[in-house]
């Protein structure tokens, strides 16, 4: 079958070189106002969020994502400290290290 499709594909005459590119020229203007609309949403998308953006209050209370984070926040400061501080204590006592030889 598939001996038969590419059997088929080879004997098929070539492609056109001329109505190629009368293809492509005819397909350009299209191509871009297609590309000038997808700017024109762009830019009003981002000018609507930017607008949105500037309604948000910063003074509003923290809610209970934002204290979850804070204290996720707090928890891994101390387990950065508690690390450090072991390692260093790790690092003090000569008793714990490994010999030489």
Not at 24 to 38: H, K, Q, R, T, Y
Not at 66 to 82: F, I, K, P, W, Y
Request: glycine share 8%; charged share 25%.
């Amino acid at each position: 079958m598939i001996k038969t499709m590419l059997m088929t594909l080879l004997a098929a005459d070539p492609p056109d070189v001329e109505e190629q590119q009368r293809l492509i020229s005819g397909a350009l203007p299209i191509a871009g106002l297609f590309v000038l609309v997808l700017g024109i949403a762009l830019f009003l998308l981002w000018r609507s969020m930017k607008k949105q953006m500037g309604k948000i209050d910063a003074s509003l209370p923290s809610g209970a994502d934002d204290r979850e984070q804070a204290l996720d926040r707090t928890l891994t400061e101390e387990a950065v400290a508690r690390g450090e501080r072991e390692a260093s204590e790790a690092s003090d006592d000569p008793s714990s290290g490994s010999s030489g030889t």
